[in-house]
């Protein structure tokens, strides 16, 4: 993993898998907003997918929550049980950003990412 650092908020990156960390609160950072993990990632469990496998999580090794965001495309995501932060595979982030409900914050962020990750935010729009 490797650290990026945007407005003071640090993004764990797997440079192998092209997942992203977010530790508790950093996503809300990115967003602008407090209520950001709520109202944009927050949808309930998701439908089985094939291929989606388990993860641990970063910080204290449980195995992570698999949750979906709201709306018409959802996003299957991990989150920590015990609230330390949410991984998203690759391409994940960029697509929750680019539906997300908060318009300005959403492409400021993902204007950054399609900086940082260009072959991997293409694939979202």
């Not at 996503?27 to 094939?50: I, N, R």
């Not at 709306?71 to 949410?86: A, E, F, I, K, L």
């Given at each position: 993993m490797i650290?990026?650092?945007?407005?003071?908020?640090e993004?764990d990156?797997?440079v192998?898998?092209?997942?992203?960390?977010l530790?508790?609160?950093?996503?809300e950072?990115?967003?602008?907003?407090e209520e950001?993990?709520a109202?944009?990632v927050?949808?309930g469990?998701?439908?089985?997918?094939?291929?989606e496998?388990?993860?641990?999580?970063?910080?204290?090794?449980?195995k992570?929550?698999?949750e979906?965001t709201p709306g018409?495309s959802?996003?299957t995501?991990?989150r920590c049980?015990?609230g330390?932060?949410v991984?998203f595979?690759?391409?994940?982030?960029?697509?929750?950003l680019?539906?997300g409900?908060?318009?300005?914050?959403n492409?400021?962020i993902?204007?950054?990412?399609r900086?940082?990750?260009?072959?991997q935010?293409?694939?979202?729009e």
């Amino acid at each position: 993993m490797i650290v990026l650092e945007h407005d003071a908020v640090e993004i764990d990156y797997c440079v192998v898998c092209k997942g992203v960390w977010l530790d508790h609160g950093e996503l809300e950072l990115l967003l602008g907003f407090e209520e950001a993990d709520a109202a944009t990632v927050s949808g309930g469990a998701p439908a089985p997918a094939a291929g989606e496998k388990k993860r641990r999580c970063p910080v204290c090794g449980k195995k992570m929550v698999k949750e979906a965001t709201p709306g018409d495309s959802p996003v299957t995501y991990d989150r920590c049980p015990r609230g330390h932060g949410v991984w998203f595979d690759d391409g994940e982030l960029a697509t929750v950003l680019k539906h997300g409900s908060a318009p300005s914050a959403n492409e400021r962020i993902a204007g950054f990412l399609r900086e940082v990750f260009p072959e991997q935010t293409a694939k979202g729009e």
